[in-house]
């Protein structure tokens, strides 16, 4: 089993909606948790970290369930410009892993008018 | 520049030649990450270093790869006779310390054939 898992997408939905995504992991240890997002043949950039009591930047609300091991992503009233695959990452303290980040392998989104 | 640097942005080696690619990492960052993203995937952790001390190399693929950053700024990750299944983004991030806010570079796109 990986160690973070994501919906395998792709949406596609239209500009204005409403649209969730979710992501699980397999470490009860893990300590930090984040959501990257990543245009097309660019490099992966934070857009918010995820924390316990949830929170909300803009038109982002994230939200993690330590209990269930699950985080999601909402992104409300949905732009064209939000078209990217969204990353959930794991800061999973493993023998494996070290101090590294885990990546799901995304979720891509596609908003059009 | 104010970003980390990737170079060269592309290569495309032959079947069985070594490559050496190059991070330069925001000044004065502690921490300094490597990650080989395949098309489709989300980024793999390959090795992380703290100054020059490589603390985690358990994602190298096999003894083929190999990275160092002799004076704690400056990374190198090199593969030896590169294979098909090299072929990939290899993306540097770095950060002040540890992973709670991580910068990436643009990547190096490695195409074996």
């Known amino acids: 089993r990986k160690e973070v898992e994501q919906d395998p997408g792709p949406f596609n939905v239209p500009e204005g909606a409403t649209v969730a995504f979710n992501c699980t992991y397999s470490?009860?240890?893990?300590?930090?948790f984040f959501w990257y997002r990543q245009d097309c043949r660019k490099e992966p950039k934070l857009l918010m970290s995820?924390?316990?009591s949830g929170n909300e930047d803009g038109r982002f609300t994230a939200q993690l369930n330590r209990a269930s091991q699950y985080i999601s992503l909402l992104i409300r009233d949905s732009k064209l410009s939000d078209s990217a695959t969204y990353l959930c990452v794991v800061n999973t303290h493993s023998d494996q892993a070290g101090t590294a980040l885990i990546f799901g392998k995304g979720t891509t989104l596609s908003v059009s008018s | 520049g104010a970003g980390v640097s990737q170079s060269p942005r592309y290569k495309v080696a032959k079947r069985g030649q070594d490559v050496a690619l190059r991070c330069d990492p925001i000044s004065g960052h502690v921490s300094l990450f490597w990650y080989q993203q395949a098309l489709g995937q989300g980024p793999e952790f390959l090795t992380y270093?703290?100054?020059?001390?490589?603390?985690?190399k358990s994602g190298l693929p096999s003894d083929r790869f190999f990275a160092e950053r002799p004076e704690g700024s400056v990374s190198t990750l090199k593969i030896q006779r590169t294979q098909q299944e090299d072929s990939a983004v290899y993306l540097c991030?770095?950060?002040?310390?540890?992973?709670?806010?991580?910068?990436f570079g643009e990547g190096s796109w490695l195409t074996v054939v």
């Open positions: 270093f703290q100054n020059e001390a490589q603390l985690d």
């Open positions: 995820v924390y316990s």
């Open positions: 991030a770095s950060s002040l310390s540890g992973v709670n806010t991580i910068y």
């Open positions: 470490n009860s240890a893990s300590q930090s």
